[in-house]
């Protein structure tokens, strides 16, 4: 294809800038008017106490809806990078690209939304090639904390772009290929003019650590632990974890149990691409009910304190096959992802409470490795492709002004740092950001996707700190209260001292005396009557606990 003077090569982050998760990054080629776009992963994030009720939260694709899109590339198979495809793919209606175990797993997530017979997925041979309108396409192998993460080399009339995708330098994986720096080094070699690049661990210095190392640390641990049952939680997503541990619980003469329905998926992908070769058959859960405490294992889902996890029921008696006990052991083979901590901390005291023994990365180092580069791995990347442009992406704010300090440190001349929503130019001229476009997040609510300033989300936000009045009564005829005031209080405050019975008493007689104040007419007004009893009540609320909740008025005509 050749270019026109009219053509620019663009950059647009939808999600995952300035933030880590929920990554939806988008380039665009071609004149302003006719641009084609290509997807770069549909992710998601999840739910924190500021977003109550909200479990999943997705990047807003509006801005798409309507243009030319080419094709949806997904780098790997992590939730904040294919996450949201179930939710939100028909708004975009492009065909999926992806690697064998990537794609296994979108499959899964597809079918599970009602929409695999509408959407057509392309497999992808890892280090293949191929070509969307304007773009060609180039998987470049990496390491990660997961099977088969790519690197896309995309190639465009006006210049070659390195969208890295998650990575880290590892030259003991324990499954996969190691990262192709001899792919890396050519396209350095024939020129790159953008690398836009992981800043997860920009402030670390050294490099993450290989995962051959956690499966020896792994397998030292699990084999010191002669007596008593053996829980290991770790991400579901890392196949490699899986593989040493089960390798370390197979040499140290136990069966593998798997707990969590994660678990069992992830398995089942590595399985049909060819990992988790030559392991026992796992046991199942009648097997796993009965089994000598000193021959098994259990491979377990919720490491992050996740509430509904394996882990978590495991914690409270609940799980119906896992139990834990005085003398048995839970190690913990993950990291703590911020925001994270009061949820493991919480978790790791119910164990504790059981008298489980807690083994972590904090009192046995190796045996957790990041999937992110530090910055020796970051300087490594940047000597091998020589990019014009560095255009640091997944990660807070101050860890992509870090990353762009460092890419100026190593030589790279021209660097910016996109907000969500910013369109970069990359080609031709200097790269800068030409426009700013709709962007935002969309909250998975009840199964529903809902506008982060939804009312329902705004008021649950303001019920968990403000509370609920629910007012009832009943009106006669002439426009006066004909029955008593019934008012029940949600998440007000009251104890033995200040009884709540003898604030609602006082609440009742500030409604009876705003109804009786009204004018005739209003109180035959449903609406007036509503509003009337709504002001006082939030007024005295506000007077007696210093709260404005949310009134809710119920008007019984007779």
Request: charged share 25%; proline share 5%; net charge negative.
């Amino acid at each position: 294809m050749k270019k026109n003077a009219n053509d620019e090569l663009v950059f647009l982050p939808l999600g995952g800038s300035g933030e880590v998760g929920m990554n939806l990054n988008v380039y665009g080629y071609g004149p302003e008017a006719r641009r084609e776009w290509l997807v770069v992963d549909v992710g998601v994030t999840f739910g924190d106490p500021s977003t109550p009720g909200i479990d999943v939260i997705v990047p807003d694709p509006a801005f798409l809806e309507g243009e030319t899109i080419r094709g949806i590339v997904l780098t790997h198979a992590h939730e904040d990078h294919i996450g949201a495809l179930g939710w939100i793919w028909s708004r975009m209606k492009a065909p999926l690209y992806a690697t064998p175990f990537t794609a296994f797993l979108i499959r899964e997530k597809l079918r599970e939304a009602g929409i695999l017979d509408q959407v057509t997925i392309h497999e992808v041979p890892l280090g293949g090639t191929f070509k969307l309108g304007a773009f060609e396409v180039t998987m470049v192998t990496m390491t990660h904390s997961i099977a088969e993460p790519n690197g896309l080399a995309i190639k465009t009339p006006l210049g070659t772009v390195l969208h890295t995708g998650d990575w880290k330098i590892d030259d003991g994986p324990v499954i996969g290929q190691k990262t192709d720096s001899d792919k890396l080094t050519q396209l350095g070699d024939e020129g790159v003019l953008a690398m836009v690049c992981d800043s997860t661990n920009v402030f670390v210095e050294g490099s993450a650590g290989s995962e051959s190392g956690v499966a020896t640390e792994l397998d030292k641990l699990i084999g010191s632990l002669k007596k008593g049952r053996i829980a290991v939680g770790c991400f579901a997503s890392n196949v490699a974890r899986m593989d040493s541990v089960i390798r370390a619980a197979e040499r140290a003469g136990r069966r593998v149990f798997l707990a969590g329905r994660s678990m069992n998926r992830i398995t089942a992908a590595a399985k049909h691409v060819g990992l988790l070769q030559n392991v026992r058959k796992f046991l199942s859960d009648e097997e796993a009910r009965v089994w000598p405490a000193d021959e098994i294992m259990y491979l377990c889902t919720g490491s992050q304190g996740e509430a509904n996890a394996a882990l978590s029921r495991v914690s409270t008696g609940t799980h119906p096959t896992v139990k834990l006990s005085q003398g048995d052991h839970c190690i913990f083979s993950s990291r703590v992802i911020p925001g994270n901590e009061l949820s493991i901390g919480r978790l790791q005291d119910r164990l504790a409470d059981r008298g489980v023994r807690l083994y972590t990365e904090k009192d046995h180092p190796g045996i957790h490795v990041s999937g992110h580069p530090c910055r020796d791995e970051l300087r490594q990347m940047y000597a091998w492709v020589r990019p014009q442009i560095a255009v640091p992406t997944h990660g807070m704010r101050r860890h992509l002004v870090e990353h762009a300090l460092l890419a100026q440190e190593v030589g790279v001349k021209q660097t910016v740092t996109p907000r969500n929503g910013d369109m970069v130019r990359l080609a031709p001229g200097l790269p800068t950001i030409i426009d700013e476009v709709p962007n935002g997040r969309l909250f998975v609510d009840g199964g529903l996707l809902t506008s982060e300033q939804g009312e329902a989300l705004r008021e649950r936000r303001h019920a968990s700190t403000n509370g609920v009045l629910v007012v009832a009564f009943a009106m006669d005829g002439r426009g006066k209260i004909a029955s008593d005031i019934d008012i029940r209080a949600i998440g007000m405050p009251g104890d033995d001292e200040n009884p709540l019975g003898d604030a609602l008493d006082d609440l009742a007689e500030r409604v009876e005396q705003v109804v009786a104040s009204l004018k005739n007419e209003q109180r035959f007004d449903d609406g007036a009557v509503e509003q009337a009893v709504a002001r006082v009540l939030k007024k005295a609320s506000q007077q007696i606990w210093d709260r404005r909740p949310i009134v809710e008025t119920v008007v019984l005509r007779l």
